[in-house]
């Protein structure tokens, strides 16, 4: 504890134990060079917090674990890059719930000049970065994670100035040539108020049943697929914020907003996740795109409340009133002008109405509903379309509605109730374009 070291250490190819305890204790240690701790075993915790390494932290190939010694030696001797039984080992090991409560790589407060290098290692129990800063990369490529009753991999406040990568690894293994591994995590991988200032690299994760935590985190650049994905409610998204998408990364809008729709928020709904894809889409150029999400933001919200009204809209009386009509008003706007994103829409429905009533009127005309109003006989000077046209626009005035009135009452409701759907079409579009009624 606290030396200070102006070399490299290298423990490569090692073993360590002390299995209820810490076997490694390198707390505030200063060192100048290299950390080689390659194709090294642990059982035990293996303690970095309040470091300093002065170039890299070389783990790859390690087995780390806070269990029992039997159950880190089977590892460390299957997991060796030419062991054909790597997978099912990994796999037995991300089952492994017999772990102490200290974390089995603890490097809180960590400052490393260079990289972390875990690629193709096993950490059971959990790995902790908790408010460390790498100046280069941190590189999980194959690694194994393995909490499965808590978190596996914790780096809450994390600062990468590189990257970040959890993706598979590619090594020769035997009779394997460029044999793929997974990075592979059993638990909660929290990321909450993270900082990654290059790529942040999630592909193909093995074990998509994990959770994942990006609560206000911050990365530059997105590369991700639909294998590094959780479950649905394992991935939280508040206040995530990425500055554009990898071109390896899913562009599609659709799984895009499943992507979104995986999405667990403890208050309910929140609708940052969706306002930062679509500025992204915007930012690449995506235009249409950037507003379909916005459009779907808007609907997720209506559904959200129809499935979860407010505790005042459970009572009887005014605000349960309020609450339907101010539901059914956002279903309105949503259909007529998706929210306000597509003005055209209101415009198509404008059309539709004006042809639905042109031959309405025309009919009642016909059947003496309408008759002159300046004492004309008959229909010969009665054109429907221009009625129909200035029955529903409010701006401009033909003269026809002075010219031809309504015969009785139902024909004066008809006109009423046309005339009212054509203003509200109208005021719909002008809000539309002006952006009045987006959120």
């Given at each position: 504890?606290?030396?200070?070291?102006?070399v490299s250490?290298?423990c490569?190819?090692s073993?360590?134990?002390n299995p209820?305890?810490?076997?490694?204790n390198?707390?505030r240690?200063?060192?100048g060079?290299i950390?080689?701790?390659?194709a090294?075993?642990?059982?035990?915790?293996?303690?970095?917090?309040?470091g300093?390494?002065?170039?890299n932290l070389?783990?790859?190939?390690?087995v780390f674990?806070?269990?029992y010694p039997?159950a880190?030696?089977?590892?460390?001797?299957?997991i060796?890059?030419?062991?054909?039984t790597?997978?099912e080992?990994?796999?037995?090991?991300c089952?492994?719930?017999d772990?102490t409560?200290?974390?089995a790589?603890h490097?809180d407060?960590?400052?490393v000049?260079?990289?972390?290098?875990l690629?193709?290692?096993v950490?059971v129990?959990?790995?902790?970065?908790?408010g460390a800063l790498?100046?280069?990369?941190?590189?999980c490529a194959?690694?194994?994670f393995s909490?499965?009753d808590?978190?596996?991999?914790?780096?809450?406040r994390?600062?990468v100035?590189?990257?970040?990568?959890l993706h598979?690894h590619?090594?020769?293994?035997?009779?394997h040539?460029?044999k793929?591994?997974?990075?592979?995590i059993?638990?909660?991988?929290s990321?909450?108020?993270a900082?990654?200032?290059?790529q942040c690299?999630m592909?193909?994760?093995?074990?998509p049943?994990?959770?994942?935590?990006?609560?206000h985190?911050r990365v530059?650049?997105l590369?991700d697929?639909?294998?590094?994905?959780?479950d649905?409610?394992n991935i939280?998204?508040?206040g995530?914020?990425?500055?554009r998408?990898?071109?390896?990364?899913?562009?599609?809008?659709?799984p895009?907003l499943?992507?979104l729709g995986?999405h667990?928020c403890?208050?309910?709904?929140?609708?940052?996740p969706y306002e930062?894809l679509a500025?992204?889409?915007r930012?690449?150029?995506?235009e249409?795109?950037?507003?379909?999400?916005?459009i779907a933001k808007?609907?997720r919200w209506w559904?959200?409340n129809?499935?979860?009204?407010?505790?005042?809209?459970?009572a009887s009386?005014a605000?349960?009133c309020?609450?339907r009509?101010d539901?059914?008003r956002?279903?309105?706007f949503?259909k007529i002008?998706?929210?306000?994103?597509?003005?055209v829409?209101?415009v198509?429905w404008?059309l539709?109405?004006?042809?639905?009533?042109?031959?309405a009127?025309?009919?009642?005309?016909?059947e003496?509903?309408?008759v002159?109003?300046?004492?004309k006989?008959g229909t010969?000077?009665?054109?429907?379309?221009?009625?129909?046209f200035?029955l529903?626009?409010?701006?401009?005035?033909?003269g026809?509605?002075?010219?031809?009135?309504p015969?009785?009452?139902?024909?004066?409701?008809v006109?009423?109730v046309?005339?009212?759907?054509?203003?509200?079409?109208?005021?719909?579009?002008a809000?539309?374009?002006t952006g009045?009624?987006?959120?």
């Amino acid at each position: 504890m606290g030396a200070v070291i102006n070399v490299s250490v290298s423990c490569a190819n090692s073993t360590f134990s002390n299995p209820h305890g810490i076997s490694f204790n390198a707390e505030r240690v200063k060192v100048g060079g290299i950390v080689k701790l390659e194709a090294t075993s642990f059982s035990g915790g293996v303690n970095f917090v309040g470091g300093k390494i002065g170039w890299n932290l070389i783990c790859d190939n390690g087995v780390f674990g806070n269990i029992y010694p039997s159950a880190v030696d089977n590892a460390a001797e299957n997991i060796r890059p030419n062991s054909d039984t790597n997978t099912e080992t990994r796999k037995n090991i991300c089952d492994t719930k017999d772990a102490t409560q200290i974390p089995a790589f603890h490097a809180d407060g960590l400052t490393v000049e260079g990289n972390v290098s875990l690629n193709a290692a096993v950490v059971v129990g959990k790995a902790s970065f908790l408010g460390a800063l790498i100046h280069g990369d941190l590189d999980c490529a194959g690694g194994t994670f393995s909490n499965p009753d808590g978190t596996a991999l914790g780096a809450d406040r994390l600062t990468v100035k590189g990257r970040l990568r959890l993706h598979e690894h590619k090594a020769k293994q035997g009779d394997h040539p460029d044999k793929v591994t997974p990075c592979t995590i059993a638990g909660i991988a929290s990321f909450i108020n993270a900082t990654v200032d290059g790529q942040c690299i999630m592909r193909m994760l093995g074990r998509p049943s994990y959770a994942l935590h990006l609560n206000h985190a911050r990365v530059g650049v997105l590369c991700d697929d639909t294998t590094g994905w959780p479950d649905p409610g394992n991935i939280c998204l508040d206040g995530f914020r990425y500055d554009r998408l990898d071109e390896r990364s899913v562009w599609d809008l659709k799984p895009r907003l499943d992507w979104l729709g995986l999405h667990h928020c403890a208050k309910g709904f929140n609708p940052q996740p969706y306002e930062q894809l679509a500025k992204v889409y915007r930012e690449a150029g995506y235009e249409c795109e950037a507003k379909d999400v916005l459009i779907a933001k808007h609907w997720r919200w209506w559904e959200h409340n129809r499935q979860h009204p407010p505790l005042s809209a459970q009572a009887s009386g005014a605000p349960r009133c309020a609450y339907r009509i101010d539901r059914w008003r956002a279903w309105l706007f949503g259909k007529i002008c998706a929210f306000g994103y597509k003005p055209v829409r209101a415009v198509v429905w404008w059309l539709m109405l004006w042809l639905a009533t042109g031959v309405a009127v025309d009919w009642m005309a016909a059947e003496k509903w309408l008759v002159p109003g300046s004492g004309k006989a008959g229909t010969a000077g009665f054109v429907a379309p221009a009625y129909s046209f200035d029955l529903l626009t409010p701006i401009l005035n033909l003269g026809c509605l002075s010219a031809w009135t309504p015969a009785n009452s139902a024909a004066a409701y008809v006109l009423i109730v046309t005339a009212s759907l054509g203003y509200l079409l109208v005021a719909l579009f002008a809000a539309s374009i002006t952006g009045l009624i987006r959120k």
